[in-house]
């Protein structure tokens, strides 16, 4: 039996882990769950699974579910200490980490620190703070396996092979719904347009990182850090099918490839029972149903986005730290409404011009630059 904690158990990552868990109740309890502010799908997840604990986002939410869950014995807190304590419970054994944001860091810190293997989908936990984490990784010899459906497929795809023989890895990226948009055109598009994603449903973030392509610069710099990989190891390539979920080359020529039907129940599933494997509902792939697979370069002029993640990697440390804090600030306006699709990556960049990086010490310290960069971004922003 598995003990989990799930961060984010009401998202979307969230869901599909718990219907992981309710296929397999014999593999699988539940100890604590953590929720932003969707009270009612929490209770129903209560209610279906018994945790001991769980968190929401602030008081005020935590007094509500109390009300609502009248006499149940769940505990219930808030906060980031709330996030902290489910994070650490003592019976659980791993951690599903699938906060969205750089919200997701510090109870993902704080689950490594206890020793607990964690399940990550929360990338931007190793976007701002990549080094710090998987130092902490190794010290606390806590085990970190991918969700992320790209970096599950590259860490399937090493499995029996030796590291210093990889020649690079091949992230795979379905270049999201504006694939084929001109320049001009992407400057028009609205929220709608940019949340319907061809191949995954996703939560709201991660389909516009998707859309402007910074999800695959976020992914980059991911698998930088989970596979010990410089940037310059690192491809992607656009396969708009998404049915290769990426690849590794070896240096003798040969591409192992990990292929599927998109849907993130797989590499969750492979995440909680490595190295087995457990039925997941995932269809078959039928080879013979499909058109054809392709694959062709990113339009960097069209997607300067995953340029800006390339970049970040080049100038330092604290720079990914800054950008992905102004990706959270810019990816927000434009879901309100407030600036343009295009402004998304022009606002980073300016972001990040306005830093100079340094070497992050301490969990603390990327809170810190965190900041810096969502109140610089917050500024430029009120001059688009
Ligand atoms: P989502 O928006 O659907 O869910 C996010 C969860 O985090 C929700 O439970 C929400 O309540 C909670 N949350 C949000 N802000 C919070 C805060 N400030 N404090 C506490 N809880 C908060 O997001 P998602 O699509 O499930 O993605 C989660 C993470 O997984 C992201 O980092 C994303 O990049 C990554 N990921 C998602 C997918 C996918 O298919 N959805 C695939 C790969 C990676
Ligand atoms: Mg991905």
């Not at 929490?42 to 945790?51: C, D, S, V």
């Not at 968190?55 to 769940?74: C, D």
């Not at 980031?80 to 659980?92: C, E, F, L, R």
């Not at 986005?305 to 604290?318: F, K, N, P, T, V």
């Amino acid at each position: 039996m598995k003990n989990l904690t799930i961060l984010g158990s009401t998202g979307s990552i969230g869901v599909s882990t718990l219907e992981i868990v309710a296929a397999h109740p014999e593999k699988f309890k539940v100890i604590a769950l953590t929720a932003g502010e969707n009270l009612d799908l929490l209770k129903e997840q209560i209610n279906a699974f018994a945790p001991q604990l769980v968190a929401v986002k602030n008081e005020e939410l935590a007094l509500k579910l109390e009300r609502m869950l009248s006499g149940r014995k769940t505990a219930v807190m808030h906060g980031v200490a709330g996030m902290i304590a489910a994070a650490t419970a003592s019976d659980t054994h791993m951690v599903v980490a699938a906060i969205v944001g750089a919200a997701g860091l510090l109870p993902t810190a704080a689950a490594i620190e206890a020793g607990k293997d964690i399940a990550l989908a929360n990338k931007e936990t190793l976007v701002t703070a990549g080094r710090l984490i998987m130092d902490m990784v190794k010290a606390r010899g806590v085990k970190l396996y991918p969700v992320d459906s790209e970096h599950s497929a590259v860490f399937q795809s090493l499995q029996g092979h030796r590291k210093e023989d990889v020649r690079r890895i091949i992230l795979t990226a379905s270049g999201g719904p504006f694939l084929n948009l001109s320049g001009e055109k992407l400057a028009q598009v609205t929220v709608k347009d940019a949340l319907n994603h061809p191949n995954w449903s996703m939560g709201q973030k991660i389909t516009i990182d998707s859309a402007s392509m910074m999800n695959k610069g976020l992914e980059v710099i991911e698998a930088r850090w989970l596979f010990h990989m410089p940037a310059e190891k690192i491809s992607v390539n656009i396969h708009p099918q998404s049915i290769i979920h990426s690849m590794v080359e070896y240096n003798d020529g040969c591409v192992m490839a990990q292929m599927g039907i998109p849907d993130m129940k797989a590499p969750i599933a492979y995440a909680l029972t490595y190295p087995g494997r457990v039925p997941t509902g995932v269809k078959p792939l039928d080879l013979t149903m499909l058109s054809g697979l392709t694959f062709f370069n990113p339009d960097i002029v069209r997607f300067p986005a995953l340029q800006l993640a390339y970049r970040a990697m080049e100038d330092g440390e604290s720079m990914p730290t800054v950008m992905n804090a102004a990706n959270e600030v810019a990816v927000a306006a434009f879901l309100s409404g407030r600036i343009k699709f295009t402004d998304i990556a022009r606002s980073i960049e300016k972001t990040m011009d306005l830093h100079h990086p340094r070497t992050l010490s301490s969990i603390e310290d990327v809170i810190e630059i965190d900041q810096w960069g969502r109140e610089r971004c917050s500024e430029l922003l009120q001059s688009f």
